[in-house]
Nanobody
Framework: QVRLQESGPGLVKPSQTLSLTCDVT??????????WAWIRQPPGKGLEYLGA???????YDSPSLWRRTSISRDTCKNQFSLQLSSVTPEDTAVYYC?????????????????????WGQGTQVTVSS
């Protein structure tokens, strides 16, 4: 059973960089065909895909946020991380890490949040001075 747990600061000041980490248990993040994503939900809005990293260290960014996002992984700790730079109050949201497993998945399908099978519980991040 794949389990994910987000961690990071609950409050970030505008213009700073938000850093979140997702600890994974149950499978190694290098296991074939697993993809590991960050998704957020601003208050009163729908889920938004932020990007993903693959089992083979391939990287898939968000068409709308690629300039500000970066996703990396630590295979020794079995975790992956999100960095979102130059945050504004509009980045206030519940941030989730999630995963799916699929052989030969197309990049565009990784952006479909409904395809993700495993989710962390989410962590609230507020951007405010």
């Amino acid at each position: 059973q794949v389990r994910l747990q987000e961690s990071g600061p609950g409050l970030v000041k505008p213009s700073q960089t938000l850093s979140l980490t997702c600890d994974v248990t149950g499978v190694p993040i290098t296991l074939n065909y697993y993809y590991w994503a960050w998704i957020r939900q601003p208050p009163g809005k729908g889920l938004e895909y932020l990007g993903a990293i693959g089992y083979d260290d391939s990287y898939y960014d968000s068409p709308s946020l690629w300039r500000r996002t970066s996703i990396s992984r630590d295979t020794c700790k079995n975790q992956f991380s999100l960095q979102l730079s130059s945050v504004t109050p509009e980045d206030t949201a519940v941030y989730y890490c999630a995963s799916l497993v699929e052989f030969g998945i197309a990049t565009m399908h990784l952006r479909n949040v409904s395809r993700y099978d495993f989710w962390g519980q989410g962590t609230q991040v507020t951007v405010s001075s």
